[in-house]
Nanobody, 127 residues
Framework: VQLQASGGGLVQPSGSLRLSCAASGFTLDDYAIGWFRQAPGKEREGVSCIGSSGGSTYYADSVKGRFTISRDNAKNTVYLQMNNLLPEDTAVYYC?????????????????????WGQGTQVTVSS
């Protein structure tokens, strides 16, 4: 069982990036998938999460209207499209999978659970 996060990089403010979280060894649609980020000196934050099998989505207030989470079940991959990036979006972004959880909000802001975690991908927003 493995999650592979990718797509980070250096981008100027107002630019865009698309992060990918690819799963191997399990069917991603059976799992809630969340994107979390952690900046230096700050606590980990749930950015956007999507519930399993058509469950609900959640966005942190700080990214609403700018980020979009989506699934491609054929590719067993979840994406985070990030538009209009701001310097405060700079962080290491991680994806995490939790089996059978329908609520994206609970995944993002609830207590830690039995998640699989991918390695982080660095996003740096700077001019």
């Amino acid at each position: 069982v493995q999650l592979q996060a990718s797509g980070g990089g250096l981008v100027q403010p107002s630019g865009s990036l698309r992060l990918s979280c690819a799963a191997s060894g399990f069917t991603l649609d059976d799992y809630a998938i969340g994107w979390f980020r952690q900046a230096p000196g700050k606590e980990r934050e749930g950015v956007s999460c999507i519930g399993s099998s058509g469950g609900s989505t959640y966005y942190a207030d700080s990214v609403k209207g700018r980020f979009t989470i989506s699934r491609d079940n054929a590719k067993n991959t979840v994406y985070l499209q990030m538009n209009n990036l701001l310097p405060e979006d700079t962080a290491v972004y991680y994806c995490a999978a939790r089996r059978g959880l329908k609520s994206g909000r609970y995944h993002c802001v609830g207590p830690l659970g039995d998640d699989y975690w991918g390695q982080g991908t660095q996003v740096t927003v700077s001019s």
